[in-house]
């Protein structure tokens, strides 16, 4: 663990398949009723770990001769490596389950966090429904639950968290306020906690210093760019305790960054499908035109940020769509 501000400490966990999974970050901000943001892997080996750098946070403030007391813990959002680990934290420290109404939602039970991944309107990954290329793809999330999430991330379902809170309200931690509010985007149900007096933003998977992962069904690409905005306006903001990586001390230079990028990607998407007037153009086609290198399995992660940016330019009636008997394709409309 590291104090990265005085009185927050990071605990770098690392799962237990690194190679898959990169490390997680939680925040521990410490003292008489502190708090633990973010609950990363449930995996029994990293819950130890965890504790046990806890545990040497509390050994400091009893040698300084200050009040140390974690009374509740916190998530960003209803993704695996944020929430696994909340059970097994409850046991071993005895804290409070804090959620908000939409991620208590999601991870009740296995039931709505697999249909969390899974919306009925699934055309939003612009495959049409039907055939192999479904089926398989249903069957690789029964996979992903029984092998990722399970075994990789130690995943446990939360049916009775100790306290629900609104997506946009004030708590207190340590007698010192800290804003919560709604940040959706990356997940519908993301929310970032903010200390204005500090300047110190835990924003969750939102601001990272590689770029944040958008797929279909729960992500929005416009909801997130709200987001990063409302975030580039909070005043004072001095730094972002990222979930993932590094920590991100330029935070208007990185806001404005990640903004330049998605206003770049979406016009890249524009402009190939403005190149194709005639015939129109599917999804895969604007993935292979902008990825001609990738592999198979790198296309199928960069698909969801397609998908969803295809999905945002449909709503602002800058593209349409006519859906074939294989594939769906799209066109410019006048707007362009
Ligand atoms: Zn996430």
Same mark, same amino acid.
């Given at each position: +663990?590291e104090?990265v501000?005085?009185?927050?400490?990071?605990?770098?966990? &690392?799962?237990?398949?690194?190679?898959?999974?990169?490390?997680?970050?939680?925040?521990?901000i410490?003292?008489?009723?502190?708090?633990?943001?973010?609950?990363?892997f449930?995996n029994k080996k990293?819950?130890?770990?965890?504790?046990?750098?806890?545990?040497?946070?509390?050994?400091?403030?009893?040698?300084?001769?200050?009040?140390f007391?974690?009374?509740?813990?916190?998530?960003?959002?209803? !993704?695996?490596?944020?929430?696994?680990?909340?059970?097994?934290?409850?046991?071993?420290?005895?804290?409070?389950?804090v959620?908000?109404?939409k991620?208590?939602?999601?991870?009740?039970?296995?039931?709505?966090?697999?249909?969390?991944?899974?919306?009925?309107?699934?055309?939003?990954?612009?495959?049409i429904?039907k055939?192999?290329?479904?089926? =398989? %793809?249903s069957?690789l999330?029964?996979?992903?639950y029984?092998?990722?999430?399970?075994?990789?991330?130690g995943?446990?379902?939360?049916?009775?968290?100790?306290?629900?809170?609104?997506?946009?309200?004030?708590?207190?931690?340590?007698?010192?306020?800290?804003?919560?509010?709604? /940040?959706?985007? !990356?997940?519908?149900d !993301?929310?970032?906690?903010?200390?204005? &007096?500090?300047?110190?933003?835990?924003?969750?998977?939102?601001?990272?210093?590689k770029?944040?992962?958008?797929?279909?069904?729960?992500? /929005?690409?416009?909801?997130?760019?709200? /987001?990063?905005?409302?975030?580039?306006?909070?005043?004072?903001?001095k730094?972002?305790?990222?979930a993932?990586?590094?920590?991100? &001390?330029?935070?208007?230079?990185r806001?404005?960054?990640?903004?330049?990028? %998605?206003?770049?990607?979406?016009?890249?998407?524009?402009?190939?499908?403005?190149g194709?007037?005639e015939?129109?153009? /599917?999804?895969?086609?604007i993935?292979?035109?902008?990825y001609?290198?990738?592999?198979?399995?790198?296309?199928?992660?960069?698909?969801g940020?397609?998908?969803?940016?295809?999905? +945002?330019?449909?709503?602002?009636?800058?593209?349409?769509?006519?859906?074939?008997?294989?594939? =769906?394709?799209?066109?410019?409309?006048? &707007?362009?």
């Open positions: +663990m104090e501000i005085p009185g927050i400490y990071l605990i770098k966990e &690392k799962s237990s398949f690194e190679r898959i999974k990169p490390s997680e970050n939680i925040y521990v410490a003292g008489p009723d502190g708090l633990i943001f973010d609950a990363g449930g990293v819950v130890k770990f965890l504790i046990k750098e806890i545990n040497k946070i509390e050994q400091l403030y009893r040698n300084n001769k200050e009040d007391k974690i009374t509740r813990i916190l998530v960003s959002h209803g !993704h695996p490596d944020h929430f696994a680990g909340l059970k097994r934290i409850k046991n071993a420290l005895g804290v409070k389950i959620l908000t109404e991620t208590a939602d999601i991870i009740k039970n296995k039931k709505s966090f697999m249909k969390s991944f899974n919306a009925d309107s699934y055309e939003d990954y612009l495959i429904q055939g192999f290329r479904y089926r =398989i %793809r069957f999330q029964k996979l992903m029984s092998f990722f999430f399970k075994r990789i991330y995943l446990s379902f939360i049916a009775n968290p100790d306290e629900i809170i609104k997506a946009n309200t004030e708590i207190s931690i340590n007698d010192e306020n800290w804003k919560v509010f709604p /940040s959706p985007g !990356h997940a519908v !993301h929310i970032s906690l903010y200390n204005q &007096k500090k300047g110190v933003l835990l924003s969750g998977d939102n601001i990272l210093s770029t944040t992962w958008l797929g279909p069904p729960n992500c /929005s690409i416009s909801d997130y760019i709200e /987001s990063v905005e409302t975030i580039q306006k909070l005043p004072n903001l730094i972002i305790l990222a993932h990586g590094a920590l991100i &001390k330029n935070p208007g230079e806001t404005l960054e990640i903004l330049k990028h %998605r206003k770049e990607r979406t016009q890249q998407v524009i402009d190939i499908i403005k194709n007037i015939k129109g153009t /599917s999804p895969d086609e993935i292979q035109k902008l001609p290198n990738k592999k198979k399995m790198q296309i199928e992660i960069t698909r940020w397609v998908c969803l940016t295809l999905k +945002m330019l449909e709503e602002q009636n800058v593209i349409k769509r006519i859906e074939g008997k294989k594939e =769906i394709k799209f066109y410019s409309t006048n &707007k362009l």
